[in-house]
């Protein structure tokens, strides 16, 4: 078995602080269908890209630090035993028929404090 | 002693028939694609000694692979310490009960106690060569860098060669091929066949492959020959080996007859100075008869499927255009009406351009031409040298010759055959001298 990352590409984040259940509906259900399956290792959703703050070395600036029409808007950590299983499983995020996508990236190396893990 | 010449010629002969074989059933053994290849070729090296004393094997493929697999058993054995830390080729888990258990050595728990005498003859062991045309055309690699793994791995054609061939730097040819080979090790792009629900899509891309690898040498994209006979004689044994290994499968029969029919016109495609004949105007008895006549067969039996798939269309089509006496009695109407069909099952620009030559024939070039502005609208072609090409054609024949030179100029800005270039700049010369 190995570890892949799945990065979500969309316009933006459904995440927003002031979301509502039904905004992120569709998320939650995706989530909990990699985690009752037992794939999933470890899951982030990110708030939108008004949120986001780049820093290059002499300069900070509002927003994603690629200027494009879409940004991530999560990530998470799901364990297959090669890559067509986590393409696969990759493929099955709603964002897919949603007009964005997810990359998959196999994972080097990790670090969770013990107090989150 | 066997004769040098006689030894050189069997190992050349297993070299161009064998090399995927050997290859396929080492990278077994080895679950490292440049271990493999190093002892694959070590392999064939050795040959060219022991051949020489001891005499040709009865069966050079199983001679070489079990030499090559010795010695990645020996290297895993050396260098066990090393290898535990690297990525190794990840095979299925389990899918023992249709294969014969005598293929690899044993390694890891999955092969323990399925080890026989005949564990190292590759007579016996399962054909792997699929399984390594699958991996090398993987669409978690790039298209280029699927073409250029291909022929390494599965052709056996030396790095320089490829490099050549696609008239790139032999580094850059180099890091492509290392780069693709690390991420199939890293990304674990699994080395098996797909699952038959995958299978028509990753066959696509294994298509795909041999078909672009056909085009590069049937049009090279640039250099001064129009075709390359080396790599469109790779994708005819490419070919080939796929019908001998999926003889069920409609696709591949169609991507054999399509290059059949194409290269049945490869004498007469230019004439002895390199310059481009159209078809119009090539000498239909010098195309190679017994190859139309074997796509011909091929395609009869594929049309006959309930949907026939986009290269079975696409060989009818060139097959259609071959088969009539003379140019002017193409069936243009039957043409317009199988590329229609093609354009449900493959809605490509290229296609609907292409249907634009037929239309012109049946409805008149004022129709066609208002076809082709409109894909000219879309911008799906834009910088596809063929478009221009297929419009000033079209304005010439309206005797509008001024728009005409102007359409070939812009072809000619796009195109980096010589040989082409060479047709453009005749038919430039033929507009602008006799402006409208």
Redesign the interface.
């Known amino acids: 078995m190995a570890q892949y990352a799945v990065l979500i590409y969309t316009h933006d984040s459904a995440h927003a602080p002031e979301a509502t259940p039904e905004d992120i509906e569709s998320c939650d259900r995706h989530s909990d269908e990699l985690t009752g399956s037992g794939v999933m290792v470890a899951a982030y959703a990110l708030t939108p890209r008004d949120m986001a703050t780049s820093v290059r070395e002499n300069m900070i600036t509002d927003g994603p630090f690629i200027d494009s029409k879409e940004v991530v808007a999560g990530f998470y950590v799901i364990e297959a035993p090669d890559l067509d299983a986590a393409l696969a499983i990759a493929k099955t995020n709603p964002v897919v028929r949603d007009g964005g996508g997810v990359e998959v990236r196999p994972v080097h190396s990790s670090y969770l404090r013990p107090e989150n893990r | 002693m066997t004769d040098a010449a006689a030894v050189e010629a069997a190992l050349a002969d297993a070299h161009r028939r064998e090399w995927a074989r050997v290859l396929a059933a080492t990278a077994r053994t080895a679950r490292d694609l440049d271990l493999a290849e190093e002892c694959v070729q070590e392999a064939y090296a050795s040959a060219l000694r022991s051949w020489a004393t001891a005499g040709i094997p009865d069966n050079p493929a199983a001679w070489l692979t079990t030499a090559a697999r010795r010695r990645a058993i020996d290297v895993i054995r050396r260098e066990s310490a090393l290898r535990a830390r690297l990525p190794l080729l990840?095979e299925?888990?389990a899918e023992p009960a249709q294969e014969p258990p005598s293929d690899a050595e044993p390694r890891g728990q999955w092969r323990e106690g399925q080890r026989r005498e005949d564990a190292m003859d590759p007579t016996q062991a399962p054909d792997d060569r699929l399984r390594l045309i699958f991996t090398c055309c993987?669409p978690?690699l790039a298209a280029d860098a699927q073409v250029a793994l291909t022929l390494r791995l599965v052709c056996g054609v030396a790095t320089p060669d490829i490099a050549r061939a696609f008239l790139v730097a032999e580094p850059t040819m180099a890091a492509r091929i290392t780069r693709a080979k690390k991420k199939i090790a890293?990304?674990?792009?699994?080395y098996r066949v797909?699952r038959p629900a995958?299978l028509p899509e990753r066959l696509r891309a294994v298509l795909n492959v041999v078909h672009l690898l056909f085009t590069a040498g049937h049009t090279a994209p640039s250099g001064p020959s129009l075709v390359r006979a080396d790599l469109v004689e790779r994708a005819m044994h490419l070919t080939r080996m796929l019908r001998e290994l999926m003889p069920d499968e409609t696709e591949v029969r169609g991507l054999h007859a399509l290059l059949l029919v194409t290269d049945a016109r490869r004498a007469t495609r230019a004439d002895a100075r390199g310059r481009l004949i159209r078809l119009a105007d090539q000498d239909r008895s010098r195309w190679d008869l017994a190859a139309l006549a074997e796509a011909e067969a091929l395609i009869t039996g594929c049309l006959r499927t309930a949907r026939p798939g986009r290269y079975v269309l696409q060989a009818a089509i060139a097959s259609l255009y071959a088969e009539a006496p003379d140019y002017e009695q193409t069936d243009w109407p039957q043409l317009v009406a199988l590329y229609d069909k093609l354009l449900g099952v493959w809605p490509s620009p290229v296609v609907a351009l292409n249907r634009a030559v037929p239309l012109a024939m049946v409805a008149g070039p004022e129709a066609a031409l208002a076809e082709v502005q409109r894909l000219e609208r879309d911008g799906g072609l834009a910088g596809y040298q063929y478009l221009p090409a297929v419009k000033a054609d079209l304005l010439a024949r309206l005797g509008r010759n001024a728009d005409a030179a102007d359409a070939y100029r812009q072809a000619l800005e796009l195109t980096a055959n010589e040989a082409e270039r060479a047709f453009l700049t005749d038919r430039l010369a033929g507009a602008a001298g006799d402006p409208a």
């Open positions: 990840v299925p888990e993987h978690a890293v990304a674990r792009i699994p797909p995958e």
